[in-house]
């Protein structure tokens, strides 16, 4: 594990462990905690995309469409579940929050209209005082709820792609604790972003030589393509340098392997900026 300043590197760990976070997703409600949001991520996301990658690596490629579902909720799920789309709803949050509050400042004027400062969410019965702040237990289940909310709807988006494995020909592939990574070719004609739903490519690394590469639009059928070992690590840099840029706080590669020498990263850009 290598920290995405790549100023620490800790000692070998086993996957199983490495960048393991006690109650990230633990959610307290009436003094208890609960690890259900833990459970269902390993047994319905994890678990089976585990033993769909494998499948697909062995000998289902391209993949049936039970495997396909199974590896793109993984993704979706991905790519919405560390700390940086906690950081960008909290953002979020803040942003909406400060916007209310200095709305209500300029309605509790002197001069202006008395104006209420609860409102009713159309959804619950619950009073919300628009005058608090949501607390760092407010803003975790708000990030869990809006990412199992996303997360199928952007599956079936990533599901509709055309899908290639690519085999690097050897190990050279590192990884992250954010691993769904995007890109698009530069060009003046598409004028509505790049994001996961919209980009060119999206790629995940599956293990040290082999990545998932999902095209927005590609002639080709779905295959694996295997690169020799001239092409293949090379392809596996422009990856490697994509994965490591997103990670959040840790870089992760086998330790018989060297993939960040002579990669120099970014600095980390905040996940949302709005204003």
């Not at 995405?4 to 009436?30: H, M, N, V, W």
């Not at 909406?96 to 209420?116: C, G, V």
């Not at 199992?148 to 590192?174: M, Q, T, Y």
């Amino acid at each position: 594990m290598v920290s995405r300043d790549q100023k620490i590197r800790t000692p070998p760990t086993i996957a199983e462990k490495a960048c393991r976070e006690l109650d990230f997703y633990a959610i307290t409600s009436g003094g208890r905690r609960s690890q259900e949001v833990e459970g269902f991520l390993d047994k319905y996301i994890e678990s089976p995309a585990a033993n769909a990658i494998k499948s697909i690596l062995k000998d289902k490629f391209p993949p049936p469409p039970q495997i396909r579902r199974e590896i793109s909720m993984f993704v979706a799920f991905q790519a919405l579940r560390g700390h940086d789309f906690r950081r960008a709803t909290q953002h979020l949050v803040d942003s909406m929050h400060e916007a209310i509050q200095s709305r209500l400042s300029q309605m509790q004027r002197p001069d202006a209209p008395s104006t209420p400062t609860l409102i009713t969410n159309p959804e619950s019965s619950i009073p919300i005082k628009l005058a608090d702040k949501p607390s760092p237990q407010e803003i975790k289940l708000e990030s869990i709820l809006a990412m199992i909310k996303i997360a199928p709807g952007l599956a079936n988006i990533i599901s509709a792609r055309k899908w290639f494995v690519f085999d690097h020909a050897e190990a050279c592939l590192l990884t992250s604790d954010a691993p769904v990574v995007y890109w698009s070719a530069p060009t003046a004609e598409r004028d509505y972003g790049y994001s996961l739903a919209t980009s060119d490519y999206i790629a995940l690394p599956l293990d040290t030589r082999h990545s998932l590469v999902m095209a927005y639009e590609s002639q080709a059928d779905e295959q694996v393509l295997s690169f020799g070992v001239s092409k293949g690590p090379e392809l596996a840099r422009g990856i490697n340098a994509l994965v490591a840029a997103n990670a959040s706080r840790w870089i992760l590669h086998h330790p018989d392997i060297r993939p960040l020498d002579g990669l120099v990263l970014p600095p980390k850009e905040p996940p949302l900026h709005i204003g």
